[in-house]
């Protein structure tokens, strides 16, 4: 994350991320799914302005971001508020570039950097590990989302193992066809009969082609347990994925529970022109690289 630090006030960039791997291992006792992914964050991400200031506020210039005290934004912030007995507050300012329930862990980004936003504000002095015990509270996402980069999450996605930077950065073009998919849907759904065995896998394979850094093998390991389930729901994933492909993609998948599919270019050059072929077609379309 950016930090711009003053004394009572802080911005900070958070990013999105993709899953080059989402492998849905079983149903655990606690009613979560045991899952193992790669998780990449990319240069789409939202600016949030933190401020001192007596009690919670939250605004976002997007419509659609609940910012009461039920959204996970009031609960970061009051979580972590609580926690160490800060007795005033903060004013939250979301400026939203990443789509909402888009597979991409917008809120959960939000959730991390509103926590590293009031560490530093308020010199509480908190440890990334500090953090993460809380944002494992918050969501399963923020762990990773602390961190950024390139990592490997397993359990339940939120222990997290640095993985070294994708170099150079993959250039990608990510396109989300406005589509509601609910998370809850797809976990209750989803058929593991061998879908951990290829997903396992892919996983092997992406992670040697990660250590090469070559594009190709990247993009010919790509694995999301979910994909094959929610295609058959709604085809237009499909129809993205083939139009990336169709477009010079190396390969392209849909990120987590989607409905946001990524594809990944040769290099900038290829992208930049996938991305002008492409965007007439799609109204949500960002040209993103890898960070």
């Known amino acids: 994350m950016i930090n711009l630090p003053s004394r009572d006030e802080m911005v900070i960039t958070s990013y999105a991320k993709i899953n080059l791997v989402l492998n849905i291992l079983n149903k655990r006792r606690d009613g979560y799914h045991e899952i193992e992914t790669i998780m990449q964050s990319v240069n789409l991400a939202d600016n949030l302005t933190i401020t001192k200031e007596e009690g919670i506020k939250i605004e976002c210039n997007n419509p659609q971001i609940p910012v009461d005290k039920g959204s996970l934004a009031y609960q970061s912030a009051e979580k972590i508020l609580q926690k160490y007995k800060i007795k005033s507050g903060v004013k ?19 959730s991390a950097a ?15 590990e500090d953090l993460r015990r809380i944002g494992e509270e918050l969501g399963m996402d923020v762990p990773f989302c602390l961190q950024n980069g390139t990592a490997l999450a397993y359990n339940r996605g939120e222990k997290i ?5 994708i170099e150079p950065p993959l250039w990608l073009i990510l396109i989300n066809p406005d589509l509601e ?18 997903g396992g896998d892919k996983m092997k394979a992406m992670l040697q082609a990660l250590k090469k ?19 058959k729901r709604y085809p237009e994933i499909e129809k993205i994925k083939s139009n990336l492909m169709k477009g010079g ?20 050059e290829e992208a930049l022109k996938a991305y002008k072929k492409l965007k ?12």
């Open 92 to 110: 939250i300012r979301i400026d939203k570039r990443i789509p909402v329930a888009s597979g991409m862990a917008g809120g959960s980004a939000n």
């Open 114 to 128: 509103i926590l590293v936003g009031i560490n530093k504000i308020y010199n509480l002095n908190l440890s990334v």
């Open 161 to 165: 193992i640095p993985l070294p930077p």
């Open 181 to 198: 998919i609910s998370t809850q849907w797809a976990y209750h759904n989803i058929d593991l009969v061998g879908n951990s065995k290829r």
């Open 213 to 231: 850094g070559i594009p190709r093998e990247i993009a010919q390991n790509l694995f999301n347990s979910f994909e094959e389930m929610i295609i």
């Open 249 to 268: 993609a190396l390969g392209a998948l849909m990120s987590g529970s989607g409905p946001t599919v990524f594809g990944i270019m040769q290099n900038k």
């Open 280 to 291: 007439s077609e799609y109204r949500s379309i960002w040209l993103a690289h890898t960070i």
